[in-house]
């Protein structure tokens, strides 16, 4: 197969830091859509491959999959997509197009294994698909998004994973008028929940370690913001939340937030600890409640979640950053230390 080569971010293991390398992108085939990548934001999982916390990961990897940026060229098959116009790429690239959570447009459980948009099996050059750290990318139109041009670019690209993240769920289990939603954590995933949810027209009520933090759950939509680790505030909020989105990706009490729920209510969590959580089952079979997960969302939902984003005019608040300083981000990232997102400024690649 020919294959182009560009200039790229990232790291042959754990401990070495972020930095230039060249990498293959495959030349187009009928149904591919090229793009210039314009801005990468990063997530909290770029890190975690990273330095291999979840196992598995192959290196070298090329980090990023919260893409934006603007068509250059389309293969012949292709229909949506001219030269010249916006287009993004999220988590997923491929999937098999044939199994029943394909075809019910749910490719991120797909029966054959998605492929994600970096560290992902790559069926066209073997070895790993090379993320969005780079000078452009190369995918099947099917998995290609329209971004809403009421949006600014550097801004929506959060949305391509943070956004779909909670998304989903908020949709899953309809956020909506009438309904008292919770949200722990206020971070990437978190200050999108809150905008997402009160567009969805919900009772937002934030629960946050930092004090610090209330004012600004406020200024983001939320209805009420309460500081978790004082148990008295906690208190009076015991059996009165629908649903919950836990975004923390550290280890945490789940058990504290389960009592919040009325019955039938449901945690869910979208944050990604690497240790395993402890669910008492008091917790639970009080009120039938549920402990439940959600993880990214299908390339429809996520097109569905663009256009909701663009008619809400809902983006992600972004620190943006050159490619350069990608290792001091994620430094801070660690530490918590970003309000709330980081972008990278591709342009900063050619460099
Ligand atoms: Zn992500
Ligand atoms: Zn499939």
Redesign the pocket.
């Known amino acids: 197969m020919n294959t182009k080569i560009v200039k790229a971010f990232g790291t042959e293991a754990a401990h070495v830091p972020l930095h230039l390398m060249n990498i293959k992108r495959r030349e187009l085939l009928p149904h591919d859509v090229e793009m210039d990548i314009l801005y990468c934001g990063i997530c909290h999982s770029d890190l975690h491959q990273v330095r291999n916390e979840f196992g598995g990961a192959t290196y070298p990897i090329v980090p990023g999959h919260e893409i934006v940026g603007k068509v250059t060229r389309v293969g012949g098959q292709v229909k949506t997509f001219k030269p010249g116009e916006m287009a993004a790429i999220g988590c997923i690239v491929d999937?098999?197009?044939?199994?029943?959570?394909?075809?019910d447009d749910l490719?991120q459980f797909?029966?054959?294994g998605?492929t994600f948009s970096f560290n992902s099996p790559d069926k066209h050059l073997g070895g790993t698909t090379s993320g969005g750290f780079s000078e452009t990318y190369v995918a099947k139109e099917k998995y290609v998004l329209q971004v809403p041009k009421i949006l600014d670019l550097a801004s929506a690209a959060p949305l391509l994973c943070a956004g779909i993240t909670v998304y989903s769920p908020l949709k899953h289990w309809q956020a909506g008028p009438g309904k008292k939603v919770g949200i722990i954590g206020i971070g990437g995933l978190g200050h999108l929940a809150i905008k997402i949810a009160k567009a969805m027209g919900a009772h937002v009520v934030v629960f946050t370690t930092s004090p610090s933090k209330v004012e600004d759950a406020k200024r983001l939509g939320a209805d009420e913001a309460v500081v978790s680790t004082d148990a008295e505030q906690l208190k009076q909020y015991n059996r009165k939340m629908h649903f919950i989105i836990d975004t923390v990706s550290a280890k945490h009490d789940v058990n504290t937030y389960l009592n919040l729920l009325r019955h039938d209510g449901a945690v869910v969590l979208v944050g990604l600890p690497p240790e395993a959580l402890e669910v008492r089952a008091f917790s639970i079979v009080t009120g039938r409640r549920s402990f439940s997960g959600s993880n990214i969302g299908g390339i429809a939902e996520t097109q569905e979640m663009l256009n909701f984003c663009g008619e809400h005019n809902i983006t992600a608040e972004v620190e943006v950053i050159p490619i350069q300083q990608v290792n001091e981000a994620f430094k801070r990232l660690l530490k918590g230390d970003v309000r709330y997102r980081f972008v990278v400024d591709m342009a900063s690649l050619k460099n």
């Open positions: 999937s098999c197009g044939k199994c029943e959570y394909c075809e490719e797909c029966d054959e998605v």
